[in-house]
Every structure is written in C-alpha cells, then in structure tokens.
C-alpha cells in the first residue's frame, strides 16, 4: 500500500486537473442523490397529507443539472486520468532507462519488460475506480447521518456504521486480500506460461519422443492451479459484494423503523439512502482491483525508482582521446550466487583492429558487451578506454564510443527512418541510404512502399528475420561511435548471405574497430586477431 | 474488413453461441435476484407508506423485506460464482483445444512461429477472454431480461407507470442509435486510443535497452510524453461527442424519476404504489450500466480472438488406414523419389530423393545448408508428411504408422536441444519417464553428464531451463545424448548435433555419439569435417537430390 502511496503523490503534477474532476464528480453525485430523495419527498408529501413546496420546480432543476454534470464529471475525470498516465509512464519510463541497464536487454528477456508495462497499466483504474467513488462516499456519510438523525440518533449510527463498513472497511478488507493473494495468483500465471512456453519450445522433442499427452497433461495442471487460485479470490471477492450488499439493506432496514417514528420526510430519506449505498455498491469489487495495483505498483516503484546499478562518477575523467578497448584482469559474476563468467579475462581491441572473440553460447559473450557498455561492473580488473578507466568516465561518453549491434537488438514499431535515426538523429538522406546498403539492405527497402518511410511493424514483423537483422546493423553503422560490438550479426542469414555480408565487413567499416563475437568463424572475416573463449578466460587463436 | 478480421469475427460469434448456453444458470439466477429485489421495493414502500399514513413501525413487511435482503445477497452470490465458473470454463475449453491443434500441428508450426508467440496465445490471450465470457455475455442477457421483469412487474398494476419504464428504457438505445455513436462506439473509442498508447508504451519498454544505447533516453520520454498529450488531445475531442450518448442513459433515468415522482405527487396512483416504483427505477437501469461497463471486455475479446482465429486447424480425425508397427529391432529405411516442399515460392525441398540405409548402417548426409538434410530427418521423424513418393522402415510406408509407434522406434538429437523447466534429472528422463534409477545412472554415465554435475550446486538435481541455471551448448547436448541412450531406440537421427559447439567440445560430443551409434541404424545430418570421423556412407544433397556419389567418406 505504500507503494501506492508513492504512485498517488506522483501524479501530484496533475493534482489540479484529478482535483476538479473530483469536484465536478461530488457535484454530480449531489444532485443524483438529491434527485432521488426530492422524488420520494414529493410523493411521501401526499401520503402525510400535504405536498412538497417547490418540488416540481425542484425536479425540473435537478433532472438536467444530474445529466449535465455527469456527463462533466466524463469528460473531466477522463481528461485528468489520461493526464495522470502520461505523466506516470514519461516517469516510469526515465527510472527504468537509467537502471535499464541493471541487466534489461542482457539479462532479462523482453516478457518480464513486458509484464512490467503491464503493470504500470494495472495503476490505470486507480482514480477513476476507486479515488472518485471513495470522495463521494466521504461527502455521503455526514449527509446520511444528519438526515437519519432527524428522527433517530442511534438508528443513525447504526446506518452511519454499515455505510462506512460497506465504503470503507469492506474494500480495505479486499484490497488486503487481493495483495495477499496477488503473489499465488503471479506464480501460477508464471508457471502456466513456462509449461506452455517449454512445450512449445520443445515441440521438436515432444514429437520426437512422443509426449504429446504428458506435456498437455501438465499444461493443464498448471492450468488447473491458475484457475483455482483465481477462483479463490473471485470467491472473496463474491461474498465481499455480498457483504457489501448486506450492509446497504440492514441501513435500508433500519431507516425504515426511524421512519415509523419520525414519519416527516421519510419518503425522501429512503430514497437518499438508497442512492447513496448504490454510489458507494461497486467500492468493494474495486478493492480487488486496488490490493493487485499495490503489488504492482510496489513492482513499479521497484524497478523505476532502485539502486542505480552502475551509476555515473561524481568527477567525471576528461573524455579519452583514443578508442582502443583494453580489458584487464576482468572476474566478473552477474551476483555473487550465480556462476562465475570470467576469471582473468584480458583482451584488447586496439584502435582500427578487427578482432574477433570465438565461444559457444552461454560463455559469457554478451556479458563482455555489458562490461564494456557499463552496464555492470566487473569484480576485479577493469575496462580501458582510450587507456582510461570507464569507471571514471560517465555512461555516456562510453557508449558515444562504443556501439553496440545486440543478438537480439529491438526494431521500433515506427517508420525505417525513425529506426535509424535513433542511431544519428541528424544524419540526411544520404547517410541513410549509405547505411542500408553497407548493410546490404538497400534493395529491400527500395522495394518497399513508401521506402524509408515504411513501417517495420511490432518488433520487426514486416521484415524477414534476416532483414529485419540488416536493418539493425544498418543503424549500428549509422551511428557515428569510432568502434563497434557484433554480438552474432549474422543470427538468421541463410549460409551464403552470411559469407557475403562477412567478406564486404572489413570495407563497410572504414576507419571503425570491430570487436566480432561469434560461436564459429565462416573463413571469409578478415581478422586482426582472433580469441576464444575458454574457463572465463580468453585464449589466443590462430592469428 | 480484411479476411483474418472476418475470420475473428466469426470465431468470436461461434464461441459466444456456446457460451449463452452455458450462461443460462446465471442468467436464471440473476433474475431471482431482480425478482427478490422487485418484492422487495414493494415491501419497503409498504412499510413506508403504513408508516408515514398511521404512523408506528410495520414489522410485517420489514421482516419480510430483510428475509429478502438475506434470499437476495445468497442469489448474488451464487450467480457471481456461476459466472465466474463459466469464464473458467470456457477458458479451459478454449486452452485445451489450443493446445490440441498446437501440439497437433507439431514442429513443423515453428518454422512459421515463433513460440513465445504462440505461448502468449495460449495464456495471455485466452485470459483476456476472461472478461467476455464471465461478464459480458451474462451481462448482455440480462440487459434485456431483468429490464424486461420489472416493466411486467409495472405494467400488472400501472399501464401509464410502465409506459414511462418502457419508453425511458427504449431512450437509451434509440438516443444512442440516433446519435450514431452510442455508448459502444464512446468504449471503442476510449479503448482504442488507451491502447495505442500502450502499445507505443510497450514497445518503447521493450527496447529500452537498445533506446540507452545509442543516448537516446531523455528524448524518447519526451517523445512519449508528447505522443501522449497529442493522443489525450485528439481522444478528448472524440470523447466529447461520444459521451453526449451515454447521457443518454442519464437523462433517461432522470426523465423516468421526475416523471414518475410528478405522477404520485399529482395523487394519478396511490402513494404506496408510486413510492414502489420510485424504487424500482435503480433497478430497472442497473442491468444496462452494467452492460455498458461490461462492453470494454466484448472489445477486448475482439482483440484476443485474431491470434486465436489464426492458430492451424485441428488435426482430422484419425485416418482409418490398417495401422501398424514395426518390429523394433534393426531398423532399415528407404526413401523411394520422396518429394516434399516447405514453400511453393522457395522450391522443392526434396526433389525426387532416393536412398536405402541397411539395419544397422550409418549414412551421413552432407551438402550446404538448404539442401534438404534437415527435412530429410523431419520426414522421419513424422513432424511432415512427404508430398509424394514412400519413406519406408522396414518395408512399412511411414504414413500408415501410428505416432506413437514412430516415435518409439527413433531418437534424434538436434542442433540446440531444448531443455524444460526441471532438473537435469527430469530433463534426462523426459525420454523415458518409466526408467528405473539404474538406467538413468547408466545414461548419465554413459553420456558423461556426471561430468559437469558434480560440479553443480545440487548436482543432478540442478535446476536448469527457463528460472534456472543456464548449461552451456556443450553440456546441453550431453544432457541430449544420455535422452537418446535412455530410449535405446534403434534409428538414430542426428541433425547437425555439433553445429553450435567449439572445436574442442565438438570433439569430445563426437566421441560420445560414436559410442551411442554402435548396433543402431543412424542417420546423420553434417557439413562439419569432424563428422567424418563417423564412417559409414556419405550421400551428397544438392538441391534435394542425391549429388553424384564421390565414393566413401
């Protein structure tokens, strides 16, 4: 809940615009709630034998005012909320790219980014759901009791008591549950989504060893666990609507006996009562919701808002002059339990070299990219640049120097031109067109609809996986850094694009160093020196 | 609309059929509950009205409103959790038969998709099913029918009464049909725009990694926060006219209440039965609110049902052709001018192959990649079916054999073995979950996976796979060997099993799959010189076809 805290005050910026649609959402429900009990005042009138003064004058006020006003309350409340998302993502977003780096992108694959995204949705019904409903149950109560009060005080705290029990403790009691269970209910999503996804993954092996009705066998106990942990909060939050529901007619109830004692006015008190338990009749269920946007927003706070894992000197060294890579003595772990990758591993790739370093997946090739990039930090040993320390020197001097074409580098969903661009935001036509062809990709993109302007689609998805890769290396070279990392370049080329992209390398970067890291050489690269990877260490190849 | 929007259209209608039947028992149980609340407005205004006539506490009526209150509140609860049932089990059914086609459609499936992609179907979007399922479809039935009960209810003691019910009632859609948007179109909208910021917002999260490389991280949130307040801006401007039509709904609760309250304050009706329906006006507009709150998830389940219209189709029923097996010793296979294409626009795969390996021989297949080993092996293992032309075992044409008698008959080590969520004990014994702890220790052994498990924290017991710890390419193809050794299966088929290994730990994996090799029929699929220290035959493909033969390799 304090994490929630925490989100609340970051939509401080906004509070002007979710204050007034409060406002005008208490104005609305006033009226409602007034419509209602001049009603039943107009008509109870006649039974007591007199009428109402103004009431008809009354209705005719309150009938538009209700529709207008709420229809104000619409547009004001979902104004303030897109507001308070924009602002919360552009924050979350800026938390996240400074630790982003804690191991996004190297570590963590792109669904646990995603299930963040996800939650910083979850924050979304917050306001509307939940703020808005609860302001209004708080103006309600005074008005409840003055107006039971009028004919009975202690049928007036009873009333009072199940109207708070029904606004307040109810959805607290909820959201506790909701957040409890919040845990049980992520771990069997988990569990589901890893039994699907080894399934599928392995649909060879399913096949091949014909386990087709062990595997659904166990999908579907995962499944079965999923569904009973939400059934179990579906229950609670069942009977917590009940409860609710309960609550509202006991204070029905009891306004009926005050109204057998004090008769004046009842009509209109019932009906008051009746609107406010409805205003306040969805708090419950909406409990649920606020105890799983705790957890997640404790997910949020946590991830935009920890630590800071390499975080930039406080006296930044002047910036190297020269761009020759120098690892020294690295021994590095990712945390202290798990596997050592490399234990006194020494490497150099001197300024214009192409170097290339060889070793099987799950080496530890891409965590030498995150130690060059400062992305971690090594244990011992360091990283030279230009033979000075990057730890001196802030992050974005080093990866101003170094780029970096990942095994998995994300494509945008946004034109070819944007994608580039990101590597050289004032980079002309030209630079571009240059780009694509050294990455020989100009063909395809000639070929395109609208050229540069075409778009990729979601991670690429209008482009083979090939081009899609090209296009990638394409905006590695655009980018104006004086050396570059290739982490498998060549993931997803059939045999003899490959070769060729690797023979026409050594022109295409001109000037650049080239750190290449690949699992096996083709024999084409023309390489100044080539390492392998053995025992955390790297080892000199044949030259 | 384009075919895959038609084709989810008609997916989600088909399902919604099925799903209203099973929605019956809460749409019964939802009405008792508006039937409970109907008797009851009329025992509060009975009490009301004995109250404010004569005055003093009418303990009838109450007794009997709160009798309600408790009958009511148990109904609520049992059509909630009836709801709820019903989305578990739709989801269930629908997950099943996902699954079904998926492990149906088999490996060939993934030279298509990928299977995260696929994996999100199953879970992600079949969850999001949930909403229409559990609530909007109940909530569609009930828009209509509890309505309905209440005006009939009305209509038995006060015509005019329920002529204002009924024509407030039919406002809603009319003002919203009138206006051409409606309350849907204003949930479509909302949703619509909420999305795209998400997805922009998803997409940016998901490469932020490559976003921090190139420096470009303040600029995008400036980027994001503009692309935004431009979407707030232009949502905004349609939401203004969107909502004109959900007042619709308001002004027609309002309009029925003042009419309603002028009516019984003129003395047209007596007071008790215009204090009656007062009360029932909440009621009688609570099933549509619902309904329009629910319509956000009839959107979404628009969304989900794309991806699931897409999956491949479900197998046909099994063919009721003599099914056989084959005596599981010595296996010989025969590729009889076997043809196959993956996809018309790339060429034949296999055009016109022929070959014989006798039981017990090795035949390594060698050629540049996109010659056909691969599909040579997928062919044998039944993950496709040649076009024409017989693959034989032992004289049997493999399309008359059973799955399960085919897969008991090879074993097959790929390029990168894919490890499951588990130990490497689970993992190894995936091939054979039957093996006593002796074969297993055998295999280990056998593959030398004792080797780099007792340098593990908890040794065979390691977790490995998705959470746990990560073996390298090596290692894993070992963890392959000792599943091929644990099913003992006479053929052999081994594709490139050394492909992503370094020269020394090639070596060593080679030694150890010669060993695994002795007494079976292998077959090998390699363009690694190493894997000529095999032996056997050597056949050339080129184009998917045997090249001429160059003698023994």
Request: glycine letters at 10%; aromatic letters at 6%.
């Amino acid at each position: 809940m304090r994490a929630l805290g925490r989100v609340l005050k970051l939509w401080g910026a906004q509070a002007g615009w979710l204050v007034l649609g409060v406002v005008v959402s208490l104005a609305s429900l006033a009226t409602g709630v007034a419509l209602m009990a001049v009603s039943g005042g107009a008509v109870g009138a006649i039974v007591t034998g007199g009428a109402l003064v103004g009431a008809t004058l009354l209705l005719h006020l309150l009938g538009p005012a209700r529709v207008v006003l709420r229809y104000l309350e619409r547009l004001l409340t979902h104004d303030a909320l897109f507001r308070a998302l924009a602002g919360l993502r552009v924050w979350f977003f800026r938390g996240l790219a400074l630790r982003s780096a804690g191991g996004l992108g190297f570590r963590h694959a792109g669904d646990v980014l995603s299930r963040l995204a996800g939650d910083v949705e979850a924050l979304d019904g917050v306001y509307l759901r939940t703020l808005v409903p609860l302001a209004g149950a708080v103006m309600l109560l005074p008005v409840l009791a003055v107006a039971v009060g009028r004919a009975d005080v202690r049928l007036a705290a009873v009333v009072v008591l199940l109207f708070a029990a029904s606004a307040f403790v109810l959805p607290l009691r909820a959201a506790r549950a909701a957040a409890a269970a919040g845990a049980g209910l992520a771990t069997a999503a988990a569990g589901l989504r890893i039994a699907c996804l080894d399934a599928l993954t392995g649909l060879r092996e399913v096949r091949a060893f014909g386990a087709e009705g062990r595997m659904l066998a166990a999908m579907q106990a995962r499944e079965a666990a999923l569904l009973a942990a939400q059934h179990a909060l579906a229950r609670r939050g069942a009977w917590a609507g009940a409860a609710a529901m309960l609550c509202a007619q006991a204070g029905l109830l009891a306004v009926l006996v005050a109204a057998g004692l004090h008769p004046a006015g009842a009509a209109a008190v019932l009906l008051l009562a009746v609107a406010a338990f409805e205003a306040v009749s969805l708090l419950p269920r909406a409990g649920v919701a606020v105890g799983s946007a705790a957890v997640a927003a404790q997910r949020v706070i946590e991830a935009a808002e920890g630590p800071v894992p390499v975080p930039d000197p406080a006296v930044p060294a002047p910036p190297p002059r020269g761009h020759g890579l120098r690892f020294e003595g690295l021994r590095f772990a990712w945390s202290p339990d798990s596997p050592v990758v490399f234990d006194g591993l020494t490497l150099e790739v001197p300024e214009r070299g192409r170097v290339a370093l060889l070793g099987p997946s799950g080496a530890g090739k891409s965590s030498l990219t995150a130690l060059a990039l400062k992305v971690a930090t090594p244990q011992q040993g360091r990283v030279l640049l230009g033979g000075v320390d990057i730890a001196t020197l802030p992050a974005a001097v080093v990866r101003a120097r170094v780029g970096w074409l990942a095994q998995a580098t994300h494509l945008f969903n946004d034109t070819i031109r944007a994608n580039l661009l990101l590597a050289r935001p004032d980079a002309d036509e030209a630079a571009l067109w240059d780009a694509l062809r050294a990455a020989q990709i100009e063909d395809v993109v000639h070929g395109l609809p609208g050229a540069l302007d075409a778009m990729v689609g979601e991670g690429g998805a209008s482009l083979s996986g090939g081009q899609g890769r090209r296009l990638a290396l394409a905006r590695a070279l655009l980018s104006p850094a004086p050396l570059l990392i290739l982490d498998e370049p060549c993931a997803g080329f059939d045999a003899e694009t490959e070769r060729a992209f690797l023979a026409t390398l050594n022109d295409v970067l001109g000037e650049r160093a080239m750190l290449l890291i690949v699992h096996r050489l083709t024999g084409v690269e023309r390489l100044d020196r080539i390492w392998r990877l053995s025992a955390g260490r790297a080892v000199a190849a044949a030259a | 609309m384009d075919a895959t929007k038609q084709a989810a259209r008609g997916w989600l209608g088909q399902q919604a059929r099925t799903a209203r039947r099973d929605a019956r028992g809460v749409l019964v149980l939802a009405l008792a509950a508006t039937a409970a609340a109907i008797a009851q407005a009329w025992c509060a205004a009975a009490a009301l009205t004995s109250a404010l006539g004569r005055g003093g506490i009418a303990w009838q009526p109450l007794a009997a409103f709160a009798a309600l209150a408790v009958v009511r509140a148990g109904l609520g609860v049992a059509s909630e959790r009836a709801a709820v049932a019903a989305g578990a089990a739709a989801r269930r059914r629908l997950r099943t038969d996902a699954l079904h086609r998926l492990l149906s459609a088999g490996p060939a499936l993934l030279r298509e998709r990928h299977s995260g992609e696929l994996a999100s179907i199953v879970v992600d979007r079949i969850e999001a099913l949930d909403g229409f399922f559990g609530r909007y479809i109940p909530a569609a039935a009930l828009a209509f029918a509890a309505p309905a009960l209440v005006l009939a209810v009305v209509l038995w003691r006060d015509p005019v009464a329920a002529a204002i019910f009924a024509g407030a009632g039919l406002l809603v859609p009319f003002a919203m049909a009138l206006a051409g948007l409606g309350a849907a179109a204003a949930a479509r909208r909302q949703f619509e725009a909420l999305a795209r910021l998400q997805t922009r917002f998803l997409d940016r999260v998901r490469g932020i990694a490559t976003i921090v490389m190139y420096g470009r991280a303040e600029d995008e949130a400036v980027a994001l926060g503009q692309a935004a307040t431009e979407l707030r801006r232009r949502t905004m401007r349609v939401l203004r006219v969107a909502f004109l039509s959900s007042a619709a709904l308001d002004l027609a609760t309002a309009l029925a209440l003042i009419l309603l309250a002028l009516r019984g304050a003129a003395g047209r009706v007596p007071p008790g039965q215009a204090l009656f329906e007062l009360l029932l006006v909440p009621e009688f507009f609570a099933p549509l609110r619902t309904f329009a709150l629910a319509y956000q998830d009839r959107l979404q389940a628009h969304g989900a049902a794309g991806p699931l219209a897409s999956l491949p189709p479900p197998p046909p029923p099994a063919p009721a052709l003599p099914v056989r097996t084959v005596a599981a010793h010595g296996v010989a296979v025969a590729f009889e001018d076997v043809r196959f294409t993956w996809d018309p626009a790339r060429g034949p795969a296999l055009d016109g192959l022929s070959f014989r390996v006798p039981a017990g021989e090795t035949l390594v297949l060698a050629g540049p990649s996109g010659a056909g080993k691969t599909t040579v092996l997928e062919v044998l293992l039944g993950f496709v079916r040649p076009d024409a032309g017989r693959v034989t075992l032992n004289g049997a044409d493999i399309i008359t054999l059973v799955p399960q008698a085919l897969a008991r008959l090879t074993a097959w080590i790929g390029q990168q073995p894919v490890l499951f969520a588990g130990t490497i004990r689970d993992n190894i014994r995936f091939a054979r979950p039957e093996a006593s702890e002796t074969e297993l220790v055998e295999a280990v052994r056998f593959a030398r996976v004792d080797g780099f498990a007792a340098a593990l924290p908890r040794g065979l017991d390691t977790p490995v796979g998705e959470g746990g710890y990560g073996l390298s390419g090596g290692q894993a193809q070992r963890v392959a060997i000792a599943r091929a050794f644990l099913k003992d299966a006479p053929l052999l088929l081994l594709d490139e099993p050394t492909a992503h290994l370094d020269p020394a730990t090639e070596a060593e994996v080679l030694e150890s799959l010669r060993r695994l090799t002795l007494g079976r029929t292998v077959i090998l699929a390699s363009h690694s010189a190493a894997a000529h220290a095999f032996g056997g035959r050597r056949l050339d493909l080129r184009e998917g076809r045997a090249a001429p033969v160059r003698g023994v390799a």
